[in-house]
């Protein structure tokens, strides 16, 4: 028999989402067909392709709108998707390879398998340099790239980048900070190269693309046919704008210039998650959360994003704000196991790829994942027409119908309304803000939030009001202690 409370998440999510003509009684591919049309006219994402799968099934796996909106080329699930820091997996995948084959110790200096590093550099461990924590500098500004591709010089070679950086001081000390640079995967790359006695590209297209046979997988875009490769676009004032591709040179390969399409990278991930690249008991020990030095959790795991979602752990990376892959998995690999590729060409918002996978997870299963399904219900709601106490209506919906205990509850509400002024302007953001106040008057960070929104929105004097009631809120506890003779905290 269907506990109560699943089912009112599945009616909660059948209420919220059917105005957008997503019900949670659609055949789920049908249903996810539908989804991502609601993402395309959302976000304005010209072209896109998913496949989601459930401990080795394939759920769904599909492919709609224009590969090129200049000739009106149709998508289909065969074509070839620039995946940007995708590659940057193929790179952890075989360090973890060496580590397991005890040839990589992760906490040994990375200097001590590649000499020549700068000195600054030279007792950082290789666990840092995947983990992105080793404070090293970027040796690459991305903002070169938007428009000015063509414009761009690299360094004619790995030893004139490491020469270059060799003077400039680390961000942070080593394993104390998370912070996302490509200089992290260029070590490892040549770090590879090494061990192997052969070029980086060599190594992952033996190790990785040739054993599993990827015949749609390229590190560079030189070897790329000619047809069935998307054209990529990013999005100026909402709208499309084509991106000209960066001429990445060969030893940035580790990190950028990967073009694959949904089935390479589906096997890849099933690759992974069924112990054939990597055995299930190292990924189970790698794939483990990373506190760091200062006391906070990293963002990495194995060079692997990572995090959690309910019951289920979760780990995946991002290729910019185009493409995403993620795995969840239930206890162990062995267990419920979940596996979502979601890539795009671009879209007018730039809406982040974490959203879309997100929105996926929203539709395939809303009482396993509530947490996304809420996410995406603020969403809708937020974009659907304003009705007079619809935020009261909701509030009560939501109360009735979530499994999730208060604090997660403001806190993912509150974070859907960043989502929302980040990805679609700050009008539908303050929907979602103010209805995080109804659902919770006495919160102090609710009011803030709120009055942070009408600030970005101009209104200075809505705004000082708000952020008042905020500051009420936050003395009121101590107030009340100090009338009761109590200390404060």
Same mark, same amino acid.
């Given at each position: ?388 106490? !619809?935020? +009261? %209506?909701? *509030?009560? #919906?939501? =109360? ?6 208060? @604090?997660?509850? /403001? ?36 009011? !803030?939030? +709120? %009055?942070? *929104?009408? #600030?970005? =929105? ?6 000082? @009001?708000?952020? /008042? ?21």
């Amino acid at each position: 028999m269907m506990s109560f409370k699943r089912l009112a998440v599945l009616l909660l999510a059948a209420a919220l989402l059917s105005p957008f003509g997503v019900t949670a009684e659609d055949p789920l591919p049908h249903a996810l067909a539908r989804q991502m049309a609601v993402n395309a006219e959302r976000y304005g994402i010209p072209g896109q392709a998913m496949l989601v799968a459930h401990d080795g099934q394939v759920l769904f796996r599909g492919a709609q709108g224009e590969a090129d909106v200049r000739t009106h080329e149709r998508l289909t699930t065969d074509f070839v998707f620039p995946v940007y820091s995708l590659s940057k997996l193929f790179v952890s995948t075989l360090v973890m390879q060496l580590v397991e084959q005890g040839k990589v110790a992760l906490d040994m200096p990375a200097s001590a398998y590649l000499p020549g590093l700068p000195a600054r550099w030279k007792a950082i461990p290789v666990r840092d340099f995947l983990d992105h924590t080793s404070g090293v500098p970027d040796y690459f500004d991305a903002r070169q790239g938007k428009g000015a591709a063509a414009d761009t010089v690299f360094p004619p070679d790995l030893q004139t980048v490491f020469a270059s950086l060799a003077d400039a001081p680390l961000q942070f000390p080593p394993g104390t900070e998370s912070r996302y640079t490509q200089t992290n995967y260029l070590v490892l790359a040549a770090l590879l190269a090494r061990q192997y006695g052969k070029p980086y590209p060599q190594v992952a297209q033996e190790r990785i693309i040739r054993r599993l046979h990827l015949r749609h997988t390229w590190l560079g875009g030189s070897a790329l046919p000619e047809q069935r490769v998307v054209t990529s676009y990013i999005g100026r004032q909402g709208h499309l704008e084509e991106e000209q591709e960066l001429p990445w040179p060969a030893y940035a390969y580790g990190h950028a210039a990967l073009y694959t399409s949904l089935d390479d990278l589906a096997r890849f991930l099933q690759a992974m998650t069924s112990g054939e690249l990597v055995g299930k008991a190292t990924l189970q020990r790698l794939w483990q959360p990373r506190l760091l030095a200062n006391g906070r959790r990293g963002w990495f795991a194995a060079g692997w994003e990572s995090g959690e979602s309910g019951a289920y752990r979760q780990v995946g990376h991002d290729g910019g704000t185009r493409v995403r892959v993620r795995i969840l998995f239930e206890g162990s690999l062995d267990g419920d196991l979940y596996t979502f590729v979601y890539l795009t060409n671009g879209s007018a918002k730039n809406v982040w790829s974490r959203v879309l996978v997100d929105s996926a997870m929203a539709v395939v299963a809303p009482e396993r994942f509530p947490v996304e399904t809420l996410s995406e219900a603020m969403v809708r709601y937020a974009l659907q027409p304003q009705a007079e106490g !619809d935020a +009261l %209506a909701q *509030a009560k #919906a939501i =109360r009735a119908g979530t499994t999730l205990d208060a @604090a997660t509850l /403001e806190r993912t509400i509150n974070n859907a309304g960043y989502t929302l002024r980040d990805n679609l302007g700050i009008d539908p953001a303050l929907r979602v803000f103010a209805l995080n106040t109804v659902l919770f008057p006495d919160s102090a960070n609710a009011w !803030d939030s +709120l %009055a942070e *929104a009408h #600030a970005t =929105r101009g209104d200075a004097a809505q705004a000082k @009001a708000l952020y /008042e009631k905020a500051r009420g809120l936050r003395d009121k506890p101590r107030d009340e202690d100090a009338k009761a003779g109590r200390p404060g905290g």
